[in-house]
T-cell receptor, first 110, second 117 residues
Framework: NAGVTQTPKFRILKIGQSMTLQCTQDMNHNYMYWYRQDPGMGLKLIYYSVGAGITDKGEVPNGYNVSRSTTEDFPLRLELAAPSQTSVYFCASRSGNTIYFGEGSWLTVV | AQSVAQPEDQVNVAEGNPLTVKCTYSVSGNPYLFWYVQYPNRGLQFLLK??????LVKGSYGFEAEFNKSQTSFHLKKPSALVSDSALYFC???????????????FGTGTKLQVIP
């Protein structure tokens, strides 16, 4: 049981490039989330999903897209990277009232 | 709108002393409250939660938290701090009433706990 797994751990992007942050969980959780963490700002919800085929916007969705073709996978796509997207990204899944987080992906846009 | 406040950016405590990390919240209904810990370059790890019942909840690594409804607080405590407790601590509140199809979880901005040997 690996929990929530995110890749890559670290990535440097140039402005305008695109990339996908991968997230997978092996706990068969229906609810999955993408958060970004900025210094002194706590965690902000980007997108969430309540099950395969269903996604919805969180607090800060602009510049991102997601898909949920399977229960396990919830990738986050950045289409045109901007410096404002430099952040730490956390994928998470929920069972009952407990949220389980991945280890994080450190993204720098230069 | 729900909110969480962690009034202290950093808390310093000597090893062996009791520690308290403060959290206050605002939510329309009865709150679900959580504490998470984040070690450097790692994800958040669940420590404990309050859903209902006893106001004092016990969690991982000897931590506990006290729910105080009148003061809308959920302070994290530990009787005797360890150097290994040094980390970033996040309080979170979840409104059990869905808003837009989603039971929103709001995280505080985090408190850095530094335990001094």
């Amino acid at each position: 049981n690996a929990g929530v797994t995110q890749t890559p751990k670290f990535r440097i992007l140039k402005i305008g490039q695109s990339m996908t942050l991968q997230c997978t969980q092996d706990m068969n959780h229906n609810y999955m989330y993408w958060y970004r963490q900025d210094p002194g700002m706590g965690l902000k919800l980007i997108y969430y999903s309540v099950g395969a085929g269903i996604t919805d916007k969180g607090e800060v969705p602009n510049g991102y897209n997601v898909s949920r073709s399977t229960t396990e996978d919830f990738p986050l796509r950045l289409e045109l990277a901007a410096p404002s997207q430099t952040s730490v990204y956390f994928c998470a899944s929920r069972s009952g009232n407990t949220i389980y987080f991945g280890e994080g992906s450190w993204l720098t846009v230069v | 709108a729900q909110s969480v406040a962690q009034p202290e950016d950093q808390v310093n405590v000597a090893e062996g002393n009791p520690l308290t990390v403060k959290c206050t919240y605002s939510v329309s209904g009865n709150p679900y409250l959580f504490w998470y810990v984040q070690y450097p370059n790692r994800g958040l790890q669940f420590l404990l939660k309050y859903i209902t019942g006893d106001n004092l909840v016990k969690g991982s690594y000897g931590f506990e938290a006290e729910f105080n409804k009148s003061q809308t607080s959920f302070h994290l405590k530990k009787p005797s701090a360890l150097v290994s407790d040094s980390a970033l601590y996040f309080c979170a509140v979840r409104d059990p009433v869905p808003s837009g199809g989603y039971q929103k979880v709001t995280f505080g901005t985090g408190t850095k706990l530094q335990v001094i040997p």
